[in-house]
């Protein structure tokens, strides 16, 4: 009998070790790129970290390192934020439900959606350039905030498209015909139903595309972002009537991500040090912003039963 | 049964044909649906009953490429319900329905049972709070749900589910109650419990129920449909259609020769 058995055995410890071997492979690869990304983290941490403080916040850039901080930059990179998320969200959010509910089911709008799918993959600095020619010098909107807002908010249109539909189509047939069961119009069923529903989704996709929004350098260079700015933008908030002002949209600007590219492009060692604490900065900002996303999500996949 | 003289017509189906892009599934069916009566369509998976009771609300609507031809008239003011010229939204307003898997709002009991007034537009806090506790008590579910009218409908067991759907249906006083399999989905004693809701609401209110259950169909219809590959093979009293069936097919059904 042994002597039957003995293949068989030899078989399974052979295809038993190719096994081993190919988990061994998978949990070396992983290894790699965590210990790479981890190494990298660390070394801009212990550069960068011990320059954090309140003064490097509240300080505009110098050239003297030591009294230089990135004032200008949150404060732009915010303005940029706020007017990507208006221009963005809206846009994005509408076309989304328009596709996946209204839209009939056709090639055409097979065709635009494969297209939408592209232009979340296209490079950002092709952007930059088309908001150079279409924004700052046919419309006349200047190396402005509003430019920038504009210019990512386009680029990151794509993504809340896509995770909005991503997120409505997740909602089960049977939940629209009991709406429409009842006599509901498609405007009161997306209204009280596919809304709702869907808005861990697509706020999840929103603070996505804001996190990688507030990474981007390129297509900003490119409308003209200056790199070193000692002024704020016009307070929105004015001691005169009207009391508000909407002047800030057309200040010119600076973000994080290019305060940190004009300290590491300059000889001086010190100034390699703040662009490390502004990386680390920026890496955190993304890092709570991914983290309210996770959270987002996972409050409402709990909420949500069908 | 106790149907002894025939009741008034409540619905008149005439010479339905159905189709879902170039294939037919239904083929050329009439029959009547009578006033404050239940009436079961029975037959084989894929014979065509579900998308017989669809066409009832206009549900195919919501599709593309699904194509009406003939009549439902819906009486006394014999309008045709899949007439082009109607709104499918004003026939849902008339007609309600009752899916087979039970499908509440993930929103509370309460707002469930009040959707159907609130997209009418009924504003008036008493009127929806009268009709959302009258509907619940016709569905047999206020005792259970008075102390959490406010609580998530999702988190009630899968027969407390269904019986809150009947309650949202209840709601909008519809015309006709449409029914697809209410009960396919459920244990047996919440199956139990449902119809003997339904032999309760038939009294009411004029019911066309799908199911795959024939014990179910005997036990609560008044009037049996036997549908058979997009036709309607046999239809007539539900004592006659299990007793004596005409069409040897309806008998074959019956008698579990196949099906």
Not at chain 1, 195 to 219: D, N, Q
Not at chain 1, 222 to 241: D, E, H, K, M
Request: glycine residues 6%.
């Amino acid at each position: 009998m042994s002597n039957q058995r003995d293949p068989i055995l030899k078989n399974i410890r052979r295809r038993k070790v190719v096994d081993f071997l190919f988990s061994l492979a998978g949990l070396l690869s992983l290894l790699f790129a965590l210990v790479t990304l981890l190494a990298l983290v660390v070394d801009l941490a212990v550069t960068g970290v011990p320059r954090i403080s309140a003064e490097f916040f509240m300080n505009f850039p110098s050239r003297f390192p030591e009294k230089a901080g990135i004032l200008s930059a949150w404060v732009g990179s915010l303005c940029v934020m706020l007017t990507t998320a208006c221009c963005a969200i809206p846009l994005g959010v509408a076309a989304g439900l328009y596709l996946e509910e209204y839209a009939p089911k056709n090639w055409i709008t097979q065709l635009i959606e494969l297209n939408i799918i592209n232009l979340a993959g296209i490079p950002s600095i092709t952007f930059g350039l088309m908001a150079l020619g279409i924004f700052v010098y046919k419309l006349e909107l200047g190396q402005s905030i509003l430019t920038a807002g504009l210019t990512l908010g386009l680029l990151v249109l794509p993504i809340i498209i896509v995770t909005t539909r991503e997120s409505v189509r997740a909602i089960p047939n049977l939940i629209r015909e009991a709406s429409y069961a009842v006599g509901a119009s498609k405007w009161q069923t997306i209204r009280y139903h596919i809304l709702p529903y869907s808005s861990g989704g697509i706020l999840t996709g929103v603070i996505i595309s804001l996190s990688r929004a507030i990474g981007e350098t390129a297509p900003l260079i490119t409308i003209g972002a200056l790199t070193f700015v000692a002024f704020l933008p016009t307070s929105p908030v004015q001691s005169v009537f009207p009391f508000v002002s909407l002047q800030w949209l057309k200040d010119p600007f600076t973000v994080l991500p290019i305060q940190m590219f004009n300290w590491l492009s300059r000889p001086q060692a010190e100034f390699h040090v703040n662009a490390a604490a502004t990386g680390i900065v920026l890496l955190l900002m993304t890092l709570v912003l991914n983290g309210v996303a996770i959270y987002i999500r996972y409050r409402f996949r709990k909420k949500m039963k069908w | 049964m106790g149907a002894v003289t025939t009741p008034s017509i409540r619905a008149d189906v005439k010479n339905l044909n159905f189709f879902y892009g170039p294939k037919q599934v239904l083929k050329n069916i009439s029959m009547p649906i009578y006033e404050n009566r239940m009436t079961a369509l029975i037959g084989p998976s894929g014979c065509g009953k579900t998308t017989l009771l669809r066409c009832f609300n206009r549900m195919h609507d919501l599709y593309a490429t699904t194509n009406y031809q003939g009549q439902i008239i819906l009486h006394p003011n014999m309008q045709n319900i899949l007439s082009s010229e109607i709104d499918p939204m004003e026939v849902r307003m008339r007609i309600g329905m009752v899916f087979q898997k039970p499908n509440p709002f993930p929103k509370s009991i309460f707002e469930n049972v009040a959707y159907g007034l609130r997209v009418r537009g009924v504003k008036k806090k008493s009127f929806i709070e009268e009709r959302v506790v009258k509907s619940l008590q016709q569905a047999g579910l206020w005792s259970e749900a008075k102390d959490r009218l406010h609580s998530h409908a999702t988190d009630m067991s899968g027969g407390q589910q269904q019986r809150l759907c009947i309650a949202r249906a209840l709601a909008t006083e519809p015309e006709i109650l449409l029914l697809d399999e209410p009960t396919s989905a459920l244990d047996p004693i919440s199956t139990a419990h449902i119809e003997e809701l339904i032999t309760e609401l038939k009294k009411d209110i004029t019911i066309l129920m799908v199911t795959h259950n024939l014990h179910q169909a005997a036990r609560t219809a008044d009037y049996t449909a036997y549908m058979y590959l997009g036709e309607l093979i046999e239809f007539g009293l539900t004592d006659k259609i299990f007793t004596t069936p005409s069409d040897t097919r309806t008998e074959n059904y019956i008698t579990g020769r196949f099906g």
